[in-house]
């Protein structure tokens, strides 16, 4: 039964097909590309891929403008070669997780073709269209700075068609039985071909009362638990990771008070909070936003992220909180990204600092919820800010100092290889860190071996321990009488601190299960230990024989 819910403890690798590596020499990575790199991906000890959109598009952004939902671009190979990667990801026990991007689609897909030439199709009503300019035209934009509106007049039928992203991403009418009806089918097709759920994009505006007489959208949240139920039809162990980034009080609605809704949530709030925490050496505002976004259901489970492809959305912070993330970590206007985030990658983030890094990625793997790591993360790769928007973050993945990064044979790689300077591939590649044994990449298969040998992260529940100081953090997961507590700090200088464990614990004894800093309690009962600069440590309460007492999982 544990086991059965994978997801509670998965450790999650997203990548691009498109960037991460090309067969042919076309200069596009292609999934024959990624077939060959399964072997990295299992040494790494990864258990699922989140496959970012792959389907066919005009690619205007990034592949969330689909143009056809049930084939693979022609750039990155067949449904042929699809197969065979989710094949090979099952052989060597990993899942596939894909994006399913079904609030919008591309200008360029036949449905909406279809509909914009003729008012009496049967897909006119599978948009939204109003036939003068509404008065809200001017709100709600995802893009602000870069996109100019939410409904843009069509040519061809001269109405106006709502878009909550781009203007070449119309909406869906998700509200149409018919509409509703294909997003279970295009599930249907790629749960069928190997897939075990889908990353949601967009779910709010998904769910989200759409048109022009619409003034304050409310989620028709039903339609969750018409997905979740389709899926667990067709597929038992199969889940949805939903793109939401809400309020804590909304939390519950998505994952279904009786977890009959989303399995997986990207923790937003966690995440935005623990940018804070690096930036001030304040936890507070963390262990808040855990504590908000607590209650779960029991088989409902947060994906916990440092960095994803797109912005760090820094939107719900407090002024003052976001400034300091700002001025600590993108102070340059070339950072930002539309008035609420920065566009970097979490290296160049932290100044290249190797202690910071590895601090982030610790609390990474050791915050409620189940660690999503992002293609490159593991050798700490760089950005290319020279890039427009978004794309700086999503440049080729370095394998080696040959040409390109040993990414393509192609001259022109399908975004620029990251070249000279500290991230350059001819020194910052996979092939040279996988010889060092101190490498971020061989200290990342360590951290995940390490994550996964600790279930109660995901399946237990935590507390809180008072270190006596807002810049550490101590946190305690218990589940079937196993105790894990694992201990950071963000200040930049060695800190001493004292603290006690429960009293049911076996409290005097701590083993480090990551270096040999192992720790007994003083006379009092309390532990008393320095901390390095950014440094941090995880425990098992219980002595030497911790692995003897634990339950079996
Ligand atoms: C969220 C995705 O993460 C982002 O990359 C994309 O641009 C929008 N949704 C629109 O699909």
Redesign the pocket.
Known sequence: MINDLWYKNAVVYCLSVETFMDSNGDGIGDFQGLQRRLDYLAGLGVTAIWL??FQTSPGR??G??VSDYYNVDPRYGSLGDFVEFTHGAKQRGIRVLI?L?V??TSDEHPWFKEARANTNSQYRDWYVWSKTKPENANEGM??PGVQKSTWTRDKESGEYFFH???EF?PDLNTANPLVQAEILKIMGFWIQLGVSGFRM??VPFVIAEKGVQVKKPREQFDMLRTFREFLQWRKGDSIILA?ANVVPKENLEYFGDDGDRMQMMFNFHVNQALFYAMASADSQPLVKAMQDTEKRPTTGQWGVFLR???ELDLGRLTESQRQAVFSAFGPDKTMQLYDRGIRRRLAPMLGGDIRRLKLAYSLMYSLPGTPVLRYGDEIGMGDDLSLPE?NCARTPMQWSDEPQGGFTKNDNPVLPVISEGPYGFEHLNVAFQRRDSESMLNWTERMIRMRKEAPEIGWGTFNVIDSGDPGVLIMRYEWRKNVVMIIHSFHDKPVEITFALKEDDDANSLVDILDGHDSRADGDGKHHMVLEPYGFRWYRAGGLDYLLKRSVV
Request: aromatic fraction near 18%.
């Open positions: 970012m959109p952004d990034d969330y403008d994006d991007v609030n919008h995802v893009f909550r992203f781009y991403q994009d967009a793109e994803n492809h797109d978004r």
